[in-house]
């Protein structure tokens, strides 16, 4: 990506939003193939091993084959590969979702580990071609760095935030999609309609891994160009928490997405910084404000969370106060790198809800049942 002229509020300016679509793209790849695949009822735990198998394989066929195409179709196939054996143990034998995606991510690591020592330990570290940006004549150059920061990325980057609304017209306008929905509610309904539910639950699964796969090979042959052990870092299991953020619905996901990969780029630009800009709090207040009016609407809908509106209305408060004060507050370079999880941690503790989650979730399927 070539240099961005800087231009916005304090660290929120288009160099961050800039690192924040790169930072975003693998998690999002990853919770919008996550997304079929809860759809349909499988529960992928495994993503944070589709991922690294995907991020592994395309470094080492683009080393081998001097090629990006064979290292991309390389990344999909590994993650298609273990899908492959999450669905044969989940779909057909029935195996428990969540132990079957813990037992995949395992694999992965020590699979992945054990190459790149036998392959890799004795060389010094090799580094191969990444992929180029891609710019869109006449929106890259749009005034004030917003051309250059939204679009002259890689084509990964651009594939990943299409796929959602690709996701959303095959999920909301296709009959497949209403397949893919029923499968994950109405599994009988689907059978009865003569229509398999373990071929939908299959490619639901497959889905998660494919894109999956191409979110590690982001990682590896687009941001870096090298492979490091478990370089996901957990990213696997924020695309899980950006489904539940996202109510399960293509949107919700991109929304969830952007705020954790935009979490990770201001902690990068605040890394060195040595107190909290007052931009942070303000933003964080006028966040908290949305939370504290989105509950006082479920409260009129009859859905009172009034424990939710007092911790957010607070949050706010005390954000105002910091915005306006603007304190030296030096915070340690461990929670900034953490701020990504710490979000992600609120999401689960706050977030969770049957509400919207498909009702037959983590449920194998057997003919005859409900």
Known sequence: MSAIATVGIGPFD?????????????ILLAAVGELISERV??????????????????????WKADSLFLGVLASVAA?????????????????????????????????????FDQIFGNKAQIVVPTVGSLSIPGLSS??????????????????????V?????????????????????????????????KRVRWMGVLAAGGMSGLGGANLAIVQVGIFHQEMTAGRGFLALVAVIFGRWRPLGVLGACFALG???ALQLRLADESQVPSQVWAVLAGIAAAIAIYQVT??????????????????????VVLAAASPHIDLPDQLWRSLPYLLALVVLAGAITRAHMPTKLTLPYSRGEG
């Open 14 to 26: 288009t160099a961050w939003l800039a690192a924040a679509l790169v930072l975003t793209t693998p």
């Open 41 to 62: 009822g499988v529960l992928n735990v495994g993503l944070e091993g589709y991922m690294l198998a995907g991020a592994f394989f395309s470094y080492y066929v683009t």
């Open 262 to 264: 935009g979490a990770d």
């Open 142 to 163: 749009i005034p004030g760095g917003f051309g250059s920061a939204l679009f002259n990325h890689d084509w990964i980057l651009y594939l990943a935030f299409v796929s």
């Open 79 to 115: 993650g298609l590969l273990f899908a492959a054996i999450m669905a044969l143990l989940t779909v057909e034998a029935k195996a428990d979702q969540i132990v079957t995606g813990v037992g995949i991510n395992l694999a992965a690591i020590g699979l992945t580990s054990y190459l």
């Open 298 to 319: 479920r409260w009129r809908q009859g859905r009172p969370r009034p424990v939710a509106i007092a911790l957010s209305g607070a949050v706010a408060l005390c954000g």
């Open 165 to 197: 609304f690709v996701v959303w017209f095959l999920l909301y306008r296709t009959k497949w999609g209403l397949a893919v929905r029923a499968a994950g509610e109405l599994p009988a309904a689907v059978d009865t309609a003569g229509i398999s539910v």
